[in-house]
């Protein structure tokens, strides 16, 4: 009975509720209209507001006081809130009965008037708040110190980076390099250094991007920085954060430095405006990759390098502490050949130089050396905080071929040049050449798709240039990093670095490079655990694929390990200097496709060499070789590469014969090879010249080409059309050679151009060379000009563009010379000019932009000081560069020959 009351009541209770609203409905209806007019009062205040705040927020340093900021802000949520309840009425309009006279749901009802009121409540403050008498006021960027410590070798590269801030026609800037080399640092350098100095930036900010360069990663950290409120962050609307993003920088002038960008950031996207000549912002970016910083559309891209020996030893030893380095009578150079291990890698000689700070023993020192040396790897932290790092780069290589050729340079000694040609070739006989798609394909050249790798290597920062264009170089420590990644398949024994790595899994060895080692050290050098294992796998050595082997002091080569080698591809003997006995047994090598005997003193090829049919390079420069048996090369039906003979003579049954007459014999052979693609040689008679020049074939596959004494040789016609892979043109000795005649064209891949004892007057043929790189002319005794006015009897339309890829020029013992070219030029790219004996060469055409490049001026004291110069600005700019040159009559010295 109770239940059945209470539950009676509440029903009435309900009901004389839903009968006191029917009395108020009529009134919903007046309030929702209310509070629509009332709200859009306020979003017009709003309004005013907003654009008092974008005009006087354009004046510099200038910004939004936090007040109106907030004011701002709490109308776009209300203005959000009332939208909800206008809709909420609207639907609760709808829903009525006593006849329309009652609301359905009482409570809702009741709910709803509450909620109206207190928006009108709300409404009412914030006008009456809204009326502000400054919306922004001034204010003083506040830079975040960031934690350094003492940094060594930035200095320079810190003013490099300030300048293109001060440059008012750059925006964008990317600094790049390897990781560890200091690059985020140096940005941290750059955020503190605002600390110090006045300046006119309205914001100053350092995002750390990371790999993955999220666009809304970077918007949240961007946002952060420029301390606008969390509550404005959207997680759903990367357009909504760009659009507050853009609001807060448009119109200012603001600096960003982003760290650590892996791959394009479009900067659109995340709602940084576009640094421009108006706003006058600034972008600096760090990336490992020179790709990404012509991804960004960088106007400027500077290089972070690794330390010079110098710096690197005071880094180390700073780290290391000057009492662990007094603490024994070897250890202080001992952390010398340590820090030079390390190649001036910042991240490297921290890491190493805090391990060994607590070191006092000398043991613990010569053990820690022997380790970086061979298994740096297990140097404690090595593994984890640089390897690591650095493999980042690799992984994010998109080319199998790309990582297969990065990992073999790792059979090189440490720092050494690698010479572009010669890596090419073992590529190319390990087949990594062939594995590249076919969109990489650049006429079927096997060269070019080397090249093609290197240019990719280079921009990844994997590999660097050595100390010309000819030569590539890889950091100790990424080559550390390589030989970490293959080290079960490879053994390297280097004697001056005292390398001695993978000398314990012999069955598993694919590649092995000794230098200054024979293969018969190996029984020596190696651990007595692993001797057995040698002893019981030499033979086989089934999976050896490359055996690169430079020994100056072997003069023969055990016969007994050629047939073992089943599988090898690539044979490098080059510079092995007193090598001269190849063995018969080589020709059971029958899966060789690259043989180079470079710089030998072998004095034949036996006849066995016939059987190497898959052979495609053969590398024979400066040997002392006297014969190759006659239709030996037509057995090479693989072969693709043929490097030119120093000095070849052909035995035949009735004695020597005239070296003229062996190489037209050798040049029919090439030219009946099918798969023939390069050919480097040296011609010595004009009627072998000529029967090279009547063959388009074999014309058509000289990469190097060299004129040695051809007496007989008034003209040399060259049709660039023809000889269109020709990337070498040397003449030397060519006494009577007054003139090269040239067809239609332009030499497009001639880089290097050497002139020697030559009688020519005037070589102004090298305007139509639009890529030579590097120009040697030598004892010339009637050269007066090098480029003339008209050469060819054509005009000169576009002075900058002579000489334009230039980065050598050596002029050497020119009695005659008395002009490089008439009118000024940029010389855009030029590294190095050396001069000498060039008495009336008393003009340089050097206009003030070359500058920008050119390191080095060589030349005798006197010559340089009797120059004149149009401008004597312009002397004062080159004087820093001139040296003196000490070294006299070097011109003498016969140029090193490429092997």
């Known amino acids: 009975m109770a239940d059945s009351f209470i539950s ?220 606008l409120p969390r509550n404005m962050w959207s997680s759903d609307g990367r357009e909504t954060n760009a659009q507050k993003i853009f609001e807060r920088l448009h119109g200012k002038k603001f600096l960003l430095l982003l760290d650590d960008i892996w791959q394009q950031l479009d900067l659109n996207l995340v709602g940084v405006p576009l640094p421009n000549d108006r706003n006058q912002s600034k972008v600096v970016f760090t990336t490992h990759s020179i790709d990404v910083c012509g991804l960004m559309e960088a106007q400027q891209k500077i290089e972070v390098k690794s330390l010079g020996p110098e710096e690197a030893l005071h880094l180390f030893r700073m780290k290391v502490g000057e009492a662990t380095l007094t603490s024994g009578p070897e250890i202080s150079k001992l952390a010398n050949d340590m820090a030079a291990k390390l190649n001036g890698l910042p991240l490297a000689l921290v890491t190493v130089g805090r391990a060994m700070a607590s070191r006092n023993d000398q043991c613990d020192w010569e053990s820690g050396l022997n380790v970086l040396r061979n298994t740096p ?78 240019r990719n290597l280079k921009r990844a920062c994997l590999l660097g240039s050595g100390e010309s264009e000819e030569f590539i170089r890889m950091h100790g420590m990424l080559r550390d990093m390589a030989w970490h990644e293959c080290k079960e398949d490879i053994v390297l024994l280097i004697k001056k670095d005292k390398e001695q790595r993978g000398l314990r899994s012999w069955n598993k060895v694919k590649r092995m490079s000794l230098w200054d080692h024979s293969i018969q050290d190996l029984l020596t050098i190696v ?37 073992s080698m089943s599988s090898l591809g690539v044979l490098d003997l080059s510079n092995s200097s007193s090598l001269h006995d190849l063995p018969k047994e080589i020709g059971h090598l029958i899966n060789l496709k690259c043989l180079n005997l470079s710089n030998t003193a072998i004095p034949e090829l036996p006849s066995a060499l016939q059987n190497l049919r898959k052979l495609r390079c053969l590398i024979l420069n400066c040997t002392k070789i006297r014969k190759i048996p006659r239709a030996m090369i037509p057995n090479f039906l693989s072969l693709e590469v043929f490097s030119k003979l120093e000095v070849l003579q052909h035995l035949d049954p009735g004695g020597f014969l005239h070296r003229d007459d062996y190489l037209q014999y050798l040049l029919k052979e090439l030219e009946c090879l099918l798969h023939i693609k390069e050919i480097c040689i040296v011609i010595h008679e004009a009627t072998s010249l000529q029967k090279l020049l009547e063959s388009h074939k074999l014309l058509g596959c000289i990469r190097k080409l060299t004129l040695d004494e051809c007496n007989d040789l008034p003209t040399l016609e060259l049709s660039p059309s023809l000889v269109t892979k020709m990337e070498d043109l040397e003449l030397r000795y060519c006494k009577e050679l007054r003139e090269i005649s040239l067809g239609t064209g332009q030499f497009r891949n001639l880089s290097k151009v050497v002139i020697k004892g030559c009688n020519l007057s005037d070589v102004g043929w090298l305007i139509y060379a639009p890529r030579l790189q590097t120009l040697e002319l030598v004892n010339c005794e009637l050269l007066g000009e090098i480029i003339g006015d008209t050469p060819g009897g054509g005009e000169i339309e576009e002075n900058t563009r002579i000489f334009s890829s230039l980065l050598v020029l050596r002029l050497f013992c020119l009695p005659s010379l008395q002009s490089i070219y008439r009118h000024a030029l940029p010389f855009p790219s030029l590294i ?34 009797s120059l004149s110069w149009d401008d004597e600005t312009i002397k004062e700019d080159f004087s820093p560069k001139f040296v003196e040159r000490i070294v006299q009559n070097a011109w003498l010295e016969d140029f090193q020959p490429e092997y």
């Not at 914030?126 to 960031?146: D, I, M």
């Not at 140096?186 to 790999?211: A, C, G, P, Q, R």
């Not at 692993?530 to 055990?558: A, G, V």
Request: glycine letters at 6%.
């Open 527 to 563: 651990p007595h655990s692993s001797r057995e294992d040698l002893l019981e796998n030499i033979s086989p050595l089934p999976n050896l694929l490359t055996m690169i082997c430079m020994d100056p002091m072997s003069t023969t080569l055990h016969a007994g390990f050629f047939p």
């Open 832 to 865: 190095k000019i050396e001069v000498q004996d060039c008495e009336l060469l008393t003009k340089l055409p050097f206009s003030k932009s070359a500058t920008k490049t050119l390191k080095l001026i060589s030349g005798e004291e006197s010559w340089w000081d």
């Open 377 to 454: 790897s297990q140097f404690p932290h090595m593994e984890g905080r640089i390897l690591k790092n650095l493999k980042f780069s690799y992984d994010r290589l998109q080319s199998t071929t790309d990582k297969s050729c990065f990992l073999y340079c790792c059979l090189f000694p440490e720092n050494s040049d690698i010479r572009k040609e010669k890596i090419i070739n073992c590529w190319i006989g390990e087949g990594f050449i062939d594995e590249l798609n076919e969109d990489a394909d650049i006429n079927g050249d096997l060269r070019s798709k080397g090249e093609l790798v290197i």
């Open 8 to 227: 009676t009541m509440k029903e009435i209770k309900e009901f004389g509720s839903c009968l006191w609203d029917a009395v108020s409905s009529r009134n919903l209806e007046e309030n929702l209209k209310s509070l629509k007019g009332a709200m859009e009062s306020l979003k017009k205040v709003y309004e005013d507001v907003k654009q008092r705040v974008e005009i006087e927020g354009k004046v510099p340093q200038m910004k939004c006081t936090n007040e109106v900021s907030g004011w701002l802000y709490e109308v776009l949520k209300l203005e959000k809130d009332v939208s909800k309840t206008l809709q909420d009425g609207e639907k609760e309009k709808q829903n009525k009965c006593l006849r329309g006279y009652c609301q359905k749901n009482c409570w809702s009802s009741y709910n709803l008037r509450n909620t109206i009121s207190e928006h009108l409540d709300e409404v009412k403050k914030l006008r009456t708040l809204g009326q502000f008498n400054a919306v922004v006021q001034k204010f003083h960027v506040t830079v975040q110190q960031l934690p350094m410590v003492e940094t060594v070798g930035l200095d320079a590269p810190l003013q490099d980076v300030w300048r293109c801030i001060e440059d008012r026609k750059l925006g964008i800037v990317g600094l790049y390099g390897i990781p560890g080399v200091g690059k985020t640092t140096l940005l941290y350098k750059i955020n503190n250094e605002f600390l110090n100095v006045s300046h006119d930036f309205d914001e100053v900010i350092l995002v750390s991007v990371s790999k993955l360069s999220e666009v809304e990663l970077v918007q949240k950290k961007i946002m952060d920085k420029l301390d």
